[in-house]
């Protein structure tokens, strides 16, 4: 087994990283690293039939429009617009634009026809914005479940991040924006178009929405597999007997902190802070009004409390601080002791 984790050519750094780290620790325990299935895998989107919800067009008067709209002629070009051939095509993200947009000039329209005292065309618009409003969070539903740049950002890749990965994040930015939108909904209505198309090209502008599912799968494999084997050989034969440093136990300090703390650590810092803002929002997206329930489900596998991905790899990243601590401390070699080499520059080569 030592061999084949030698021997194997990740497709990228960060793969490079864990694997490099499993075949030291393989190495300084002398166990078995056994090669699981990826998990991440299982972590994709339902269909997005069972995604999409239907919306009943609303049935409005065109002739009453035509005549008494003349006076609101802003909201008379939106509403020819969404007549129209292409506004008939008009993309679920366009339409959250565009329904925003159709109740604020009818709003605006209203005001001018209280100037008028034109009360029966004013509460035929009323009527409608309140029906047009109860619709958004459907709306927005659809938005985001019709739209490949929402899909994208929560796909799993083949690659997880690169171990050098940036600090800047806009599309973590543009979902935490769309999570807020929706929350406000229906009570504050979606921005316009301008400021609501970068949120979704912000989405599909990188890969690093579904790196970061593949990085929190491969790591959570990567510590889940480096802490059995320093369970078992703890457990099974341990490397200090007598309690006493050994020279197997040197070599073992060396790769915690050269390997784990030097290496492995600045970037699962990386993957634990992206993490928890990616949480942090997907919880939230879950408990917006009229979420989906196959959605709903599909985000709480996701970044749920109980059995999710990112509980999985809080749990595997929590796991392996514990299973070091054991075996170091067992040979007075952890933090803290008189064995403790806390510089991997200095650490036994």
Same mark, same amino acid.
């Given at each position: 087994?030592?061999?084949?984790?030698?021997?194997?050519?990740?497709?990228?750094?960060?793969?490079?990283?864990?694997?490099?780290?499993?075949?030291?620790?393989?190495?300084?325990?002398?166990?078995?690293?056994?090669?699981?299935?990826?998990?991440?895998?299982?972590?994709?989107?339902?269909?997005?039939?069972?995604?999409?919800?239907?919306?009943?067009?609303?049935?409005?008067?065109?002739?009453?429009?035509?005549?008494?709209?003349?006076?609101?002629? !802003? @909201?008379?070009? #939106?509403? =020819?617009?969404?007549?129209?051939?292409?506004?008939?095509?008009?993309?679920? &993200?366009?339409? +959250?634009?565009?329904?925003?947009?159709?109740?604020?000039?009818?709003?605006?329209?209203?005001?001018?026809?209280?100037?008028?005292?034109?009360?029966?065309?004013?509460?035929?618009?009323?009527?409608?914005?309140?029906?047009?409003?109860?619709?958004?969070?459907?709306?927005?539903?659809?938005?985001?479940?019709?739209?490949?740049?929402?899909?994208?950002?929560?796909?799993?890749?083949?690659?997880?991040?690169?171990?050098?990965?940036?600090?800047?994040?806009?599309?973590?930015? !543009? @979902?935490?924006? #769309?999570? =807020?939108?929706?929350?406000?909904?229906?009570?504050?209505?979606?921005?316009? &178009?301008?400021? +609501?198309?970068?949120?979704?090209?912000?989405?599909?502008?990188?890969?690093?929405?579904?790196?970061?599912?593949?990085?929190?799968?491969?790591?959570?494999?990567?510590?889940?597999?480096?802490?059995?084997?320093?369970?078992?050989?703890?457990?099974?034969?341990?490397?200090?007997?007598?309690?006493?440093?050994?020279?197997?136990?040197?070599?073992?300090?060396?790769?915690?902190?050269?390997?784990?703390?030097?290496?492995?650590?600045?970037?699962?810092?990386?993957?634990?802070?992206?993490?928890?803002?990616?949480?942090?929002?997907?919880?939230?997206?879950?408990?917006?009004?009229?979420?989906?329930?196959?959605?709903?489900?599909?985000?709480?596998?996701?970044?749920?409390?109980?059995?999710?991905?990112?509980?999985?790899?809080?749990?595997?990243?929590?796991?392996?601080?514990?299973?070091?601590?054991?075996?170091?401390?067992?040979?007075?070699?952890?933090?803290?002791?008189?064995?403790?080499?806390?510089?991997?520059?200095?650490?036994?080569?």
């Amino acid at each position: 087994m030592l061999a084949a984790l030698a021997g194997c050519k990740p497709a990228n750094d960060a793969q490079a990283l864990q694997a490099d780290y499993l075949y030291r620790v393989a190495n300084a325990t002398d166990v078995e690293i056994s090669t699981a299935a990826e998990q991440g895998r299982l972590y994709r989107m339902p269909p997005r039939r069972d995604r999409v919800m239907e919306i009943p067009e609303l049935r409005i008067s065109l002739l009453d429009l035509i005549i008494d709209v003349h006076r609101c002629p !802003a @909201l008379q070009i #939106l509403i =020819s617009q969404r007549n129209s051939i292409l506004g008939k095509q008009m993309q679920p &993200s366009n339409r +959250l634009a565009y329904e925003g947009d159709l109740l604020r000039e009818i709003a605006a329209c209203q005001q001018r026809l209280n100037a008028v005292e034109d009360n029966d065309f004013n509460q035929q618009l009323s009527q409608v914005a309140l029906e047009k409003r109860a619709q958004l969070p459907r709306v927005y539903w659809n938005a985001l479940n019709a739209s490949p740049e929402f899909e994208q950002f929560l796909r799993f890749a083949p690659m997880p991040l690169p171990a050098d990965v940036s600090d800047s994040d806009p599309a973590q930015d !543009a @979902l935490a924006n #769309l999570v =807020s939108i929706g929350q406000q909904l229906p009570d504050h209505l979606p921005p316009a &178009s301008d400021e +609501l198309d970068p949120l979704f090209f912000a989405l599909l502008a990188t890969d690093q929405g579904g790196q970061l599912i593949s990085s929190l799968s491969t790591l959570t494999k990567t510590l889940n597999q480096g802490s059995e084997a320093l369970e078992i050989r703890q457990t099974q034969r341990p490397i200090c007997p007598q309690r006493r440093a050994t020279e197997q136990a040197r070599v073992l300090q060396n790769v915690f902190v050269k390997f784990y703390a030097g290496r492995l650590q600045p970037y699962l810092a990386k993957v634990d802070q992206r993490g928890k803002r990616w949480s942090e929002s997907l919880m939230q997206m879950s408990e917006i009004k009229q979420v989906p329930p196959a959605l709903k489900q599909y985000l709480l596998a996701l970044a749920g409390p109980n059995g999710s991905l990112w509980s999985q790899f809080q749990h595997a990243t929590k796991r392996h601080i514990k299973a070091w601590q054991t075996t170091l401390k067992s040979c007075g070699l952890a933090p803290g002791q008189s064995g403790w080499v806390g510089d991997a520059d200095n650490a036994a080569q």
